[in-house]
């Protein structure tokens, strides 16, 4: 079958092709840490520098078959913008030195940035347009913002957003919250589009931790407002959410994005079909520690071939989550061969 | 009379403002502290534990129930200590291990604790080995909490277990072990006492670790 490129394939996908009429299924592995450690850049430049992001994606891709140029890096990059200040460890993963948002009333002096006046959204900014200049026609490049959920909690601090997202006492406020989140979200991922990122990925792992009436009453409408922004703008939306998400799978179906990530504790089969003509796709969803990172050549290809038979060619293939730091080339070389194989 | 069984009530759907209420309605009607705790209050965080434990709530009602718990022990506490009662059955130190951010799992286990009637000394996140030991010391704790939720965390579990033996204090305390990728088997490797699958088997086995088991 025609080689086609990592662009071609994963448009193709999304426009309804089933992947056993293409030469493979589309690969989405998301590296973070991982393609850092590959280019011997500690991960703190990574986060800040978008220059060692650019070429530490480049050289990946190439070598282990990816089909995306990605931006992603850490959570908190509109946290920053936002105000908070954060520790950035030479090479560990940036985090608040303090929450910005102690009380919840701090919401209320809670102001937006403009992403290409700010820093961290700006420097994802440039990542993209240096993708673009590089491989750009060829390869399709993810943007990504923070999902509402995830966002209010980096700048509440987790632990006080979970109780906000389901207290009754201070709803105002937390809706307060969301909305700037949500308003941020649609600035930044426009911004990213016009920079030329063709998917915007939208984060939102708290909400694995939720109740689905939770989930669908409080969040649902933000994050659909998101989809549409990024859609208005003319970009694909992706959502990732870390976790156990079998519970808010049916509500998801309902937001409107284009292609959907799935954890490794979330049932492949099922999940295709809830999404079966909601015209998102699902991207998943093999065990990253257990299999990837801890498995053998053959324990990532067996992975491989029933995650493939699980989506019947109705899902991208890639792990559940991040592809850590200390993966074995072999294993990720492996992941993309067993796309290639005949099963 | 106040109905108690408001109190496990509010407790369990985690509503603060009316568990202070009926606590406080409780200690006005003369019911002994110790039986609205043991009774009421514990009965009430172990069936949230259990319907956490089986996904029928999620974090924010744990967190909740949590609370409110809190708010009532609040209450209760200081009128055990004046009338010279225990209000700790142990104490306990925990904290998550160098490197590691997580923080929700280890926060929940130390509710459930809380809840169950042990002191908590909740030290933090990404904590080193040096910080472990100085709690331990310093608060005399009787079981020590370790959480890692990385696979690249969770051998620094080690590197505090041997602090600890370095710092004579190996004997003196109880450690029990957990955090998603955690299994009873790595407990045991590393020379834990004690492992915990989810919030309430933590507090059986820091129960079991202290002869209180059931
Ligand atoms: C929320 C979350 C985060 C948040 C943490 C926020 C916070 N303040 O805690 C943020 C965004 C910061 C984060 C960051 C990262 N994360 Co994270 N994260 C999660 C997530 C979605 C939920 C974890 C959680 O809170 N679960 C809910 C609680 C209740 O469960 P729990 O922690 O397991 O705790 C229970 C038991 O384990 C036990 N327990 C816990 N501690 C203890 C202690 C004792 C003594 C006992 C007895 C019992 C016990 O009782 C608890 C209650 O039942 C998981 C995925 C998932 N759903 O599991 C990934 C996950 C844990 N993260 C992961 C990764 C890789 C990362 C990052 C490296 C990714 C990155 N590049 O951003 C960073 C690492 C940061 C760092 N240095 O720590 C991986 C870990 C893989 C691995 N095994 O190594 C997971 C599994 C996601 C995945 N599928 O890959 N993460």
Redesign the interface.
Known sequence: MTKLTPYDRLKAVLDGENTKNLDRAPNLNILMFFAAYYINAPFGKFCTDYKTLVEGNLRCVEKFDIDVLSTMSDPVRETADFGTELDIPED??P?PKRVLLPNIEDVQNLQLFDPLKSVRILDRIKAIELFKKERGDEYPILGWVEGPLAEASDLRG??DA??D???EDNEELFYELLEKCTQEAIWCAKAQVEAGAHIIGVGDAACS???RD?YREKIVPYEKRIVEGIKQAGGIARLHICGNIN?ILEDIATVGFDIVDIDWMVDMKHAVEVMQGTGAVINGNIDP?AVV??GSVSDVKNAVYKCRKEANGRAIISAGCEI???TKHENLLAFAEALYEQI | MTDLNLLYEAILKGKQKSAVELTNAALADNVEPKLLIDEYMIKAMGEVGLRFENQEIFVPELLMAGRAMKASLNILQPIMKNSGQKTSIGKVVIGTVKGDLHDIGKNLVASMLEGCGFEVIDIGIDMDSEKFVEAVREHNADVLGLSALLTTTMPYMKTVIDALRDAGLRDKVKIVVGGAPISAGFASEIGADGYGETANSAVTAVKNLLGLGK
């Open positions: 560990e993963l985090h987790i632990n979970l109780i997202v389901i207290d931790l939720i109740n939770l519970h520690v990172l801890n850590p730091k200390f």
